[in-house]
């Protein structure tokens, strides 16, 4: 496992052991909502929908509502692309 994918792992397990701390739903499948996904980002749900236009934030999926995984939100901060 390359130092990117230790940081990315570690970083997935901090943001779903916070996730459940905030009594956040998270998938069977490690998904969770849009509103969630943007408190681990620290960015608003807008930005969030801006990101999705501009395809520059992390992958997402539609399913009826929109959902993250947790694993790419923390590649997506994990590699850099996350400026505030």
Same mark, same amino acid.
Not at 23 to 34: K, L, N, P, Q
Not at 40 to 67: E, Q
């Given at each position: &496992?390359?130092? %990117?994918?230790?940081?990315?792992?570690a970083? !997935?397990? %901090?943001?779903?052991?916070?996730?459940?701390e !905030?009594? !956040?739903?998270?998938?069977?499948?490690?998904r =969770?909502?849009?509103e =969630?996904?943007?408190r &681990? %980002?620290?960015v608003?749900? +807008?930005? &969030?929908?801006?990101? +999705?236009?501009? =395809?520059?934030?992390?992958?997402? #999926?539609?399913h009826?509502?929109i959902? #993250?995984?947790?694993?790419e939100i923390?590649?997506?901060?994990?590699?850099?692309?996350?400026?505030?």
């Amino acid at each position: &496992m390359t130092e %990117l994918e230790q940081r990315i792992d570690a970083t !997935a397990r %901090l943001l779903l052991a916070a996730a459940k701390e !905030a009594s !956040a739903i998270v998938s069977f499948d490690g998904r =969770v909502t849009e509103e =969630v996904a943007a408190r &681990m %980002l620290g960015v608003s749900p +807008r930005t &969030m929908a801006d990101w +999705r236009t501009d =395809v520059s934030g992390p992958p997402h #999926y539609k399913h009826g509502r929109i959902s #993250y995984r947790v694993s790419e939100i923390a590649a997506f901060i994990e590699g850099g692309r996350l400026q505030r």
